[in-house]
């Protein structure tokens, strides 16, 4: 059965810096090229888009609030995506969900083009 199963949340002050950790196992991600996605949900918010990665890895997204300060390589040998994270804020604050898209082509923020879900991992960044 197709997972995701992320690590690396904590907590962290302003201005720090924290890896998380995506790993896809399963015979979809095995016979499929997938992009993937992270996402987040601060208490009493939407979740929202973060930042996404193509097939390949050569093409990435980012939502206008972490550019510059997010990026998501990815290593296809080893089926796992992360997300790093420098000088983050307390507005960073959130459960993390990394999600994948089987052979979606094209980058997306949308949460609906993503079918599978990891079981998210909290960031908490104090002042």
């Known amino acids: 059965q197709a997972q995701l199963v992320e690590s690396g949340g904590g907590l962290v002050q302003a201005g720090g810096s924290l890896r998380l950790s995506c790993a896809a196992s399963g015979r979809a991600f095995n016979a499929y090229g997938y992009n993937m996605g992270w996402f987040r949900q601060a208490p009493g918010k939407e979740r929202e888009f973060v930042a996404a990665i193509s097939q390949s890895g050569s093409s990435t997204y980012n939502e206008d609030s972490v550019k510059g300060r997010f990026t998501i390589p990815r290593d296809n040998a080893k089926n796992t995506a992360t997300l790093q994270m420098n000088s983050l804020t307390p507005e960073d604050t959130a459960l993390y969900y990394c999600?994948?898209?089987?052979?979606?082509?094209?980058?997306?923020?949308?949460?609906?083009?993503?079918?599978?879900w990891g079981q998210g991992t909290q960031v908490t960044v104090s002042t």
């Open positions: 999600a994948a898209a089987l052979e979606l082509l094209r980058l997306s923020p949308r949460r609906d083009e993503y079918g599978y």
